[in-house]
């Protein structure tokens, strides 16, 4: 199994809204296209108001691509599951503060499991709130619209998060945003301190997978484009 290169920033997309009939497909432009890795959103129906897919899925990414897999739980009971997720393929795990009283003891399981654990904050959510469970993290995620759909505008509030968890987090925890990070956002999400870019709509919905990615790398290294 590849790892992610912890070099900053990468840009993840988010599958969420890629042709499910054509899958494999999707993963094979998108890696063609260079990507570094693939952000998996498991929906429940419950935490969010949305459902997206289980491990029959995941399983299915995980025979067809080797690149890293980041999942992104967005479910009311992870601490049922993140085992089965690790089995089914997950290289990240990330649960939701707002579902665990005491973050620590889930996060400690998901790296026994021999993952990264994550742990993500939605924008009402407070970032003091998990600064007791950063020590257990490998990955924070900034949630910068409210989980359930792709395609919503960015939050602001998560960049001040950003900015707040940058100067407190150790040199190995990664920071992550999720949510509205497009051409207009990704350049203040790199200097706010997120070095995992997760981006949907703004990579899936455009034609040219590679002339996009080679775009939003730009604007996030902050290069003219060729
Ligand atoms: C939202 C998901 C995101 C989403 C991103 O619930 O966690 O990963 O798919 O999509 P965009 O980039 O379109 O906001
Ligand atoms: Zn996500």
């Not at 809204?17 to 570094?36: F, H, M």
Request: with cysteine; glycine share 8%.
């Amino acid at each position: 199994m590849d790892t992610m290169p912890s070099t900053a920033p990468l840009i993840l997309p988010s599958i969420l809204q890629c042709d499910y009939g054509n899958l494999e497909l999707e993963i094979r432009r998108l890696e063609a296209a260079g990507v570094p890795g693939f952000h998996v959103d498991v929906m429940d129906g419950n935490f969010v108001p949305n459902l997206s897919f289980g491990f029959p899925v995941l399983e299915a990414i995980r025979r067809t691509t080797k690149l890293p897999l980041d999942v992104h739980l967005m479910i009311s009971n992870p601490a049922e599951y993140v085992t089965r997720y690790v089995d089914a393929g997950a290289d990240i795990l990330t649960v939701h503060a707002e579902v665990l009283d005491e973050p620590q003891e889930l996060l400690d399981k998901i790296r026994s499991l021999g993952v990264q654990a994550g742990l993500a904050i939605n924008p009402p959510t407070p970032v003091e709130t998990i600064f007791p469970a950063l020590p257990h993290c490998d990955l924070v995620l900034v949630m910068s619209v409210m989980p359930g759909f792709g395609g919503q505008r960015f939050d602001a509030t998560a960049w001040e998060k950003l900015t707040v968890l940058r100067d407190r987090v150790d040199e190995h925890t990664i920071l992550e945003v999720d949510g509205g990070v497009n051409e207009q956002t990704i350049s203040r999400c790199v200097d706010s301190g997120a070095q995992f870019l997760v981006v949907g709509s703004a990579l899936t919905g455009q034609a040219d997978y590679a002339a996009q990615l080679d775009q939003l790398y730009a604007l996030a290294t902050k290069e003219t484009p060729c």
